[in-house]
């Protein structure tokens, strides 16, 4: 079981706007940056959002990412049929001796 | 351009160990932490551990202390990663990534299957 807690599926229909939320804690997301991974089928995941809202080059404005206190999100607007995925959160944990932390994966089925 | 190629699949028996490796090239080897992640079949990715490729400093997750033994060598641009005592449970896809800070993992490798069976 992930500390960092995704819905386990998510849907929308082309054009759409999707939203994913990614919870943590007072020890990981709170207090350090999140970043978003998608994963094709059968491929490495690809960093998709980084430090909570920054697109690497090559990604869509379609995808954006925030942060609140202990909650992350992902939103894609315009929804295509190729961002059928999974996505991951990831963030820094300073418990213990500090870790890094992947949420459990928000499989999104493009309808 | 940046690349990590690992090594192929590999398969093992319970008990064994297995080491994987990740050759980058295409920047400064010392000048970005390698990270491991594994996922295994049907599930999310794990965090595993990382290592300074510069001083050879490691963090290995509490769940893979006592088991998980991570290295490089800058001659060879190469980090490896060693897992020990391999149950079933091992079986996964292990990926290595570049990175930037914490876990903003740039670039990945292509991933490695790693099979434990009898």
């Known amino acids: 079981q992930s500390v960092l807690t995704q819905p386990p599926s998510a849907s929308g229909t082309p054009g759409q706007r999707v939203t994913i939320s990614c919870s943590g804690s007072s020890s990981n997301i709170a207090t350090n940056a999140v970043n978003w991974y998608q994963q094709l089928p059968g491929t490495a995941p690809k960093l998709l959002i980084y430090?909570?809202?920054q697109r690497p080059s090559g990604v869509p404005d379609r995808f954006s990412g925030s942060k609140s206190g202990t909650t992350a999100s992902l939103a894609i607007s315009g929804l295509q049929p190729e961002d059928e995925a999974d996505y991951y959160c990831?963030?820094?944990?300073?418990?213990?001796?500090?870790?890094?932390?992947f949420g459990g994966g928000t499989k999104l089925t493009v309808l | 351009q940046v690349q990590l190629v690992q090594s192929g699949a590999k398969e093992a028996k319970p008990g064994a160990s297995v080491t994987v490796s990740c050759n980058v090239s295409?920047?400064?080897?010392?000048?970005?932490?390698i990270h491991w992640v594994r996922q295994a079949p049907g599930q999310g990715l794990e965090w595993m551990g990382w290592i300074n490729p510069n001083r050879g400093a490691t963090k290995v997750a509490q769940k893979f202390q006592g088991r998980v033994t991570m290295i490089r060598d800058t001659s060879l641009t190469t980090a490896y990663m060693e897992v020990s005592r391999l149950t079933s449970d091992d079986t996964a896809v292990y990926y290595c990534?570049?990175?930037?800070?914490?876990?903003?993992?740039?670039?990945w490798g292509q991933g490695t299957l790693v099979t434990v069976s009898s």
């Open positions: 295409g920047y400064t080897f010392t000048t970005y932490y």
């Open positions: 990831a963030a820094w944990d300073d418990s213990l001796t500090g870790q890094g932390l």
């Open positions: 990534a570049r990175s930037v800070y914490q876990v903003q993992l740039d670039y």
């Open positions: 430090r909570n809202n």
